[in-house]
């Protein structure tokens, strides 16, 4: 089974709207992080946000926020008030220790965004 | 304060060679982990070296190995070169490897094409 799943292979959205890319996890681990990247079409992965299993508050930077959704395993990304500059795929990513001790990230398979003036 | 750097940017081999891709952290990241993403695959850790050792190992063949120097800067390499092998290699460095709060910022990449 995959460990991070996005249902969103496209988007497109229209300039200055709101968009939400779906992220949802699987774990037995207590204790995880979870990540988001912004990779444009020059492969350089941009790291965008954090959020810990553990924490209360759902975690924002700048225009982006992290709704985090525990119960439901759901860490959907938040960006308010899209650019033209968001156009790019999005990687949902977790770190945790049930895939046998291995530290890497567990990166999902993206979301193209594309936004339209 | 400068960012992960990957050289070369750009390779093209042909099978049966064998390549090797340098990396060098942001300043003062000890860690330093190895990524390869493929269209069919998508993103797929490789291994993690900390103080000049191996941490952590993804699920790839023996032909993928790497190295780490005494100022963080790490090498991978993969020997006898595949057509599957095609892929953009990107390494990513950190400060607190093993925690779950390690965030991992990445360089630009090497797209490696095998022939």
């Known amino acids: 089974a995959q460990k991070i799943t996005q249902t969103q292979p496209g988007m497109f959205v229209q300039e200055k709207e709101a968009v939400t890319l779906d992220c949802t996890y699987d774990?037995?681990?207590?204790?995880?992080?979870l990540f988001w990247y912004k990779q444009p079409s020059s492969g350089e992965m941009i790291f965008l946000i954090y959020?810990?299993?553990?924490?209360?508050q759902n975690a924002t930077e700048g225009r982006y926020s992290l709704n985090f959704q525990k119960a439901r395993k759901s860490a959907n990304l938040v960006i308010s008030a899209s650019q033209l500059g968001d156009s790019a795929m999005y990687f949902c990513?977790?770190?945790?220790?049930?895939?046998?001790?291995?530290?890497?990230?567990?990166f999902g398979k993206g979301t193209h965004l594309i936004i339209q003036p | 304060k400068a960012g992960v750097t990957q050289t070369p940017r750009y390779l093209i081999k042909t099978r049966g060679q064998q390549v090797t891709l340098s990396c060098s952290p942001i300043?003062?990241?000890?860690?330093v982990s190895w990524y390869q993403q493929t269209p069919g695959q998508g993103l797929q850790f490789l291994f993690e070296?900390?103080?000049?050792?191996?941490?952590n190992k993804g699920n790839f063949p023996g032909r993928f190995s790497g190295r780490q120097f005494s100022n963080s800067r790490s090498e991978m390499n993969v020997s006898t070169l595949e057509l599957g092998d095609s892929a953009l290699y990107l390494c990513?460095?950190?400060?607190?490897?093993?925690?779950?709060?390690?965030?991992?910022?990445f360089g630009p990449g090497t797209r490696l094409t095998v022939l």
């Open positions: 959020q810990g299993s553990y924490d209360e």
């Open positions: 774990t037995s681990d207590q204790s995880y992080g």
């Open positions: 990513a977790m770190r945790d220790r049930s895939g046998g001790g291995a530290d890497g990230l567990t």
């Open positions: 070296y900390f103080s000049e050792t191996q941490r």
């Open positions: 300043s003062g990241h000890r860690s």
């Open positions: 990513a460095s950190s400060l607190t490897p093993g925690q779950d709060s390690d965030t991992q910022y």
